[in-house]
């Protein structure tokens, strides 16, 4: 089954414990993300990587580290945690999109679960 | 810069009542939009797409959207609501290769 894996699923930490969550995906995907999803905020970009070794900012990196070693795995690091990084996250995965002139289903991100992080 | 605004954070809908979910986009290039579903202690799953071919665009679970430059918007509509469709929708647009901007999300309430 094509699927996008994350674990824990949920986690209690406190400040400062260096902490990692782990994203998988078995579809050969090129392209991963992570996102933080906060009320009233939607969906916001982390980070993300188009292929193995190349990995970028998204729109809010501050206190986030990733690592692209394996096409499959894409892990989120948080170092310290602080209590403003308590969210819901999600990875994601897709084929990568080299022009919007390509149609079809490689637009399509695929999402983990979740990972619902509290830090104390 | 390429962004999405729903308006309305809830909506509430009578089952067999009419689903619309309102979604308008601001983009300098002609955009790839997408509404997503995220189920109560689910990820997110692909609702429908929009990528320049058909403005109207049919998804899953009888939903649809249509895309209407005019306005710049993408509103998501279905014709008769399910209790099953309680959930939370983010409408996105496709920012560069791959990068997705999600806006802020309309949770839908089905009342029996």
């Known amino acids: 089954e094509a699927q996008v894996t994350q674990n824990p699923r949920y986690l209690i930490t406190v400040t400062g414990k260096k902490l990692t969550v782990t994203c998988s995906q078995n579809m050969n995907h090129e392209y991963m993300s992570w996102y933080r999803q906060d009320p009233g905020l939607g969906l916001r970009q982390i980070y993300y990587?188009?292929?193995?070794?190349?990995?970028d900012k998204g729109d809010v990196p501050e206190g986030y580290k990733v690592s692209r070693k394996e096409k499959r795995n894409f892990p989120l690091i948080l170092e310290s945690p602080s209590p403003n990084q308590t969210s819901l996250y999600f990875c994601?995965?897709?084929?990568?999109?080299?022009?919007?002139?390509?149609?079809?289903?490689?637009?399509?991100?695929?999402f983990g679960p979740g990972t619902r992080l509290t830090v104390l | 810069a390429q962004s999405v605004t729903q308006l309305g954070s809830h909506v509430s809908v009578s089952e067999g009542a009419l689903v619309l979910l309102r979604c308008n986009y601001s983009?300098?290039?002609?955009?790839?939009l997408f509404w997503y579903v995220q189920y109560p202690n689910q990820g997110l799953q692909l609702l429908l797409k929009?990528?320049?071919?058909?403005?109207l665009v049919k998804g899953i679970n009888g939903f649809e959207a249509e895309f209407k430059k005019s306005e710049t918007s993408f509103h998501l509509t279905k014709p008769s609501a399910h209790m099953s469709d309680a959930a939370e929708y983010f409408c996105?647009?496709?920012?560069?290769?791959?990068?997705?901007?999600f806006g802020q999300g309309t949770r839908l309430t089905i009342n029996p």
């Open positions: 983009s300098s290039v002609p955009p790839y």
């Open positions: 990587s188009m292929n193995v070794e190349v990995t």
């Open positions: 929009y990528t320049s071919a058909a403005t």
């Open positions: 994601a995965s897709s084929q990568l999109v080299v022009s919007h002139l390509i149609a079809g289903d490689t637009d399509t991100q695929y």
């Open positions: 996105a647009v496709a920012l560069g290769a791959q990068k997705l901007v």
